[in-house]
């Protein structure tokens, strides 16, 4: 049985590979960094109710800022494949926290390779590095392929060009299996709730039962190429399954703006908006509301809301010091060499992550609390 090692097992993409992966019949070994609470529900289906009973899932504690911890888990396992998932993934956060991100995020990617070398896995282990499509930032050419000039435009897309380049250069300097796949935007209904795609899609489920007032958004005119996170996945494992390593653009090919988005969450739940302003002065207001999807997917009769109400303004706090403005993938790489497609669209996206938000926001429990009121939060089109 072929072992693999995910950093980052408790994220979005973390928990997906991981699922994925044992299903193909792996020992999985997931890395996860220590938190007084508890953050592993992404994956706690995958754990054995006893602690002794047999499992091809197990995880372990590391932070990619520690170089002992890794050669020590990386000498215990001699993983057949590591998948390096982790990261501060979270780009405003970056300008804020910017030497930790460059720390765990660029030097990281080092520690694992010199840590696959200097323990002489070379030959067993192959590597897998998850870079970015904020890589592109300032975009040099629409759509970007793996020959794009890089541009990053917040220290974390910097960070993750040292982590980009340290790859290519170990498997050029060393002839290590090492590839990164450079992933495009993907979301999915287990994403963070700091990120755009799920504080919208959880505003437009809070604001149609009637548990929340607005949304605040930032940049509504910034482009993203949104996808699955389940599609992404399978491109990872894909990617190291092939006889030489190489670097691959995964992407949809689709471009969606953070405003297009946020129409398609509100029009799932049947309440069509609006724009209208320009700048910090654009709001998204009620067009008009069809009452039959409403009853059809909330159960009820819609009430609270009518047309003219405005339920979403641009809040300046939101924005980044620079900004990516449009980012579009060329999977043509991917389709080709790997056989890659995506099984989704943006629209069975934002239904799928609009039906679980939904769900999960009309449990008792949770109307009890009366639900939750999306505060000042930071977020992230990440």
Same mark, same amino acid.
């Given at each position: ?5 995910? &950093?980052?097992?408790?994220?979005q ?25 508890f ?12 602690r ?8 372990? =504690?590391t932070?990619?800022?520690e ?32 030497? =930790?991100?460059?720390?765990?995020d660029?030097?990281?990617?080092? #520690?694992?390779?010199?840590s696959?070398?200097?323990?002489? +896995? ?6 897998? !590095? ?16 793996e $020959? ?5 435009? /917040? ?8 982590? =980009? ?5 170990? #498997? ?8 990164n796949?450079?992933?495009? $935007? ?11 795609? *799920? ?26 190429d ?5 599609? =992404?996945?399978?491109?990872?494992? +894909?990617?190291? !399954? ?40 654009? *709001? ?8 039959? *999807?409403?009853? *059809? ?16 303004e641009?809040?300046p706090?939101?924005?980044?010091? &620079? ?8 999977p043509?790489k991917?389709?080709?060499? +790997? ?5 989704? $669209? ?9 039906? /679980? ?15 939750f009121?999306?505060?000042p939060?930071?977020?992230d089109?990440?």
């Amino acid at each position: 049985m072929k072992k693999a090692l995910i &950093t980052g097992v408790t994220g979005q993409d973390g928990a997906y590979l991981a699922e994925l992966l044992i299903k193909k019949g792996y020992i999985v070994y997931g890395l996860k960094r220590r938190a007084s609470t508890f953050n592993t529900k992404r994956i706690d289906h995958l754990f054995v109710k006893n602690r002794g009973d047999e499992t091809n899932f197990h995880y372990a =504690y590391t932070d990619m800022t520690e170089t002992t911890s890794l050669v020590r888990l990386l000498k215990e396992i001699e993983p057949d494949e590591i998948y390096n998932l982790a990261a501060q993934s979270h780009v405003k956060v970056s300008f804020d926290t910017p030497e =930790y991100t460059a720390n765990a995020d660029g030097l990281g990617v080092l #520690r694992i390779l010199e840590s696959i070398r200097l323990l002489g +896995l070379e030959k067993k282990t192959k590597f897998y !590095q998850a870079s970015t499509s904020e890589l592109y930032g300032k975009v040099r050419e629409t759509p970007q392929n793996e $020959n794009t000039p890089f541009y990053p435009r /917040s220290p974390y897309a910097v960070a993750k060009i040292y982590g =980009y380049w340290i790859t290519v250069n170990y #498997r050029e300097a060393y002839n290590l299996f090492s590839c990164n796949g450079i992933l495009f $935007n993907h979301e999915s209904p287990i994403r963070g709730e700091t990120f755009v795609t *799920r504080k919208i899609t959880r505003a437009a489920a809070n604001i149609a039962l009637g548990l929340q007032k607005k949304l605040l958004l930032g940049n509504l005119n910034a482009k993203r190429d949104w996808g699955h996170a389940k599609d =992404y996945v399978k491109a990872m494992w +894909l990617m190291l !399954q092939q006889d030489k390593p190489e670097d691959f653009v995964i992407a949809t090919g689709i471009t969606t703006s953070v405003r297009e988005f946020a129409v398609k969450s509100f029009g799932y739940v049947g309440i069509n908006l609006v724009f209208l302003g320009e700048g910090e002065e654009e *709001r998204g207001i009620v067009d008009h509301i069809d009452h039959e *999807r409403y009853e *059809r997917r909330i159960g009820k009769k819609f009430a609270h809301i009518r047309k003219g109400d405005v339920l979403i303004e641009v809040d300046p706090f939101y924005y980044r010091p &620079t900004e990516v403005d449009l980012l579009l993938g060329d999977p043509t790489k991917a389709r080709e060499k +790997l056989g890659w497609e995506p099984k989704y $669209n943006v629209e069975m996206l934002v239904d799928e992550m609009m039906d /679980s938000d939904l769900k999960m926001m009309q449990k008792e429990d949770y109307l009890k609390k009366g639900g939750f009121e999306i505060t000042p939060q930071i977020e992230d089109i990440m």
